[in-house]
């Protein structure tokens, strides 16, 4: 009976509250998260840029209907009463109007100056058929952008849904800590961070580059310190393609939003061959980038929660370099 009692007593009672995992546990699965959060910020952010460029080709083909239409207007002015009226009416014999007249002396003078102009007025005519075709097609154009349009929308949506749950999911395991774990959490990232050489203060750059490359980092210097906010393009916060972006742009250079896309933007450099101000990008998907400073270190805007730093190139899987 004791053996019985003793081996009861191990099974959980299902009043019994689940082992909190450690803060080591935590933060793996923290991390993991985080990571998730960003590939799924780039993705975003490539969704949002497409989004804008097929909103740009819906508004592009709505002005040119209305400049079809302005132009079928002027048309349908110009061939004049009798005209538009044969032309509605698909042509009436000659004869058969001049039977139908109330007024066949009006009518006979009438046919006379359709005659003069009768070449010209098929010549409108013709053209005036031709713009309504066209018009027809760049409705249907312009009505399949905007179909594009909603589905880059409901797109988006999902995309910026998939982001805030991920985040959602990272503040959940960090609030499940006590006070004094989280505590050590935070303990342990600031020693690392330390240990890796990484920071966040603000600094100038004074090395060896000019030229565009130093407008970019000049550029990237400037926003140490910055948060990083995902979908953000600065002024006061970035995401990683967003800062890397901003700092080509200051330097005269227009990139592609997302990581995916500078990563194809450039000519591509081998790490031993890179330079101050080249892209350096990681992970097999290509879902982070920093600008290169020298000496394996870049300049990033890391993830949710931490801000604008100096790090190392070796703190993540290393993918490749471009030189914009």
């Not at 053209?127 to 027809?136: I, M, N, P």
């Not at 966040?200 to 980092?217: E, H, I, M, V």
């Not at 879902?287 to 949710?304: C, D, E, F, N, S």
């Amino acid at each position: 009976m004791t053996i019985a009692a003793g081996a009861l007593s191990l099974i959980p009672s299902p009043g019994q509250a689940e082992p909190k995992p450690s803060v080591d546990v935590v933060r793996q699965q923290v991390d993991k998260l985080y990571e998730q959060a960003e590939a799924a910020t780039e993705q975003y952010d490539g969704i949002l840029a497409q989004e804008k460029t097929v909103q740009a080709q819906a508004e592009q083909a709505s002005r040119r209907v209305a400049r079809q239409q302005e132009d079928i207007n002027r048309l349908r002015d110009e061939i004049g009463p009798l005209a538009a009226a044969q032309y509605r009416n698909g042509g009436i014999d000659p004869t058969m109007q001049l039977m139908l007249s109330s007024n066949p002396d009006a009518f006979l003078g009438q046919a006379e100056m359709v005659d003069r102009v009768s070449g010209r007025q098929a010549s409108v005519l013709s053209e005036l058929e031709a713009k309504q075709r066209q018009v027809a097609v760049e409705r249907a154009a312009a009505t399949q952008k905007l179909i594009a349009v909603e589905q880059k929308r409901r797109d988006l949506s999902a995309k910026k849904t998939e982001v805030q749950g991920k985040l959602a999911q990272a503040r959940s395991l960090l609030n499940s800590l006590t006070a004094k774990d989280r505590a050590k959490l935070k303990a342990q990232e600031k020693a690392q961070s330390k240990a890796l050489g990484n920071s966040d203060k603000p600094a100038n750059y004074t090395g060896p580059a000019s030229g565009r490359a130093r407008s970019a980092l000049d550029f990237a210097y400037a926003q140490l310190g910055k948060p990083y906010q995902w979908g953000a393009t600065g002024p006061s916060s970035f995401d990683c393609s967003g800062l890397t972006g901003g700092a080509w742009r200051a330097a005269g250079v227009s990139l592609p939003r997302t990581s995916q896309d500078q990563y194809g933007s450039g000519r591509q450099v081998a790490q031993s061959d890179l330079q101050p101000g080249d892209l350096v990008f990681f992970y097999s998907d290509i879902h982070h980038v920093g600008i290169y400073i020298g000496g394996g270190k870049m300049i990033h805007a890391p993830r949710t929660g931490k801000n604008v730093e100096i790090a190392g190139i070796s703190t993540m899987p290393y993918a490749g370099a471009i030189r914009p």
